[in-house]
T-cell receptor, first 115, second 118 residues
Framework: AQSVAQPEDQVNVAEGNPLTVKCTYSVSGNPYLFWYVQYPNRGLQFLLKYITGDNLVKGSYGFEAEFNKSQTSFHLKKPSALVSDSALYFCAVRPRSGGSYIPTFGRGTSLIVHP | ETGVTQTPRHLVMGMTNKKSLKCEQHLGHNAMYWYKQSAKKPLELMFVYNFKEQTENNSVPSRFSPECPNSSHLFLHLHTLQPEDSALYLC?????????????????FGPGTRLLVL
């Protein structure tokens, strides 16, 4: 069975500082990995995904994530945080083959960027 | 967020009521999903319809009944709910490949229906 762990319920960072939101996963075989963001009173919005190729994936709003197969991680990063980045972030994994193709989501990490 | 719409946005119902949530996607996708979002919990997949066929039902209580009349519309019929069913119910859609190598498709979510069961 596949699973996703987001070990931090909340991440606090000052505006202008780099941010990292952590995600580790467990899946049989190689994964497809996703990050979604949820702003208050909104649904989830797609940020970026890893399919294959370069381990560093660039996405919307200046976010990027690095796929690390040996550590089974897919941490979300941004070099300089903005107050408007404050939101709930979800990591998701789908197996590349075999098993259910349905994604499994983590429980979300609340990012708070302080002015 | 005009790609996937959900109505109503907010719903308060008693435990003996019957209500329905509606989702509509304007993206031409062939798969639609219902998720339940509760605070501090992972997103819970409830139902999946792929090409209008229900392909997943994650042990959801029978008081939740999905309906997918066509590939653009998805309903969640609610009856005799419990207070613990209060949550944000999210609808999503995606364009699923028919190829064996699938799973890379992005999901597009609606804004959700905030449900309160009294």
């Amino acid at each position: 069975a596949q699973s996703v762990a987001q070990p931090e319920d909340q991440v606090n960072v000052a505006e202008g500082n780099p941010l990292t939101v952590k995600c580790t996963y467990s899946v049989s075989g190689n994964p497809y990995l996703f990050w979604y963001v949820q702003y208050p009173n909104r649904g989830l919005q797609f940020l970026l995904k890893y399919i294959t190729g370069d381990n560093l994936v660039k996405g919307s709003y200046g976010f990027e994530a690095e796929f690390n197969k040996s550590q089974t991680s897919f941490h979300l990063k941004k070099p300089s945080a903005l107050v408007s980045d404050s939101a709930l972030y979800f990591c998701a994994v789908r197996p590349r083959s075999g098993g259910s193709y349905i994604p499994t989501f983590g429980r979300g990490t609340s990012l708070i960027v302080h002015p | 967020e005009t790609g996937v719409t959900q109505t109503p946005r907010h719903l308060v119902m008693g435990m003996t009521n019957k209500k329905s949530l509606k989702c509509e996607q304007h993206l031409g996708h062939n798969a639609m999903y219902w998720y339940k979002q509760s605070a501090k919990k992972p997103l819970e997949l409830m139902f999946v319809y792929n090409f209008k066929e229900q392909t997943e039902n994650n042990s959801v209580p029978s008081r939740f009944s999905p309906e997918c009349p066509n590939s653009s519309h998805l309903f969640l019929h609610l009856h005799t709910l419990q207070p613990e069913d209060s949550a944000l119910y999210l609808c999503a859609s995606s364009q699923e490949s028919i190829e064996r190598d699938r799973g890379w498709e992005t999901q597009y979510f609606g804004p959700g229906t905030r449900l309160l069961v009294l």
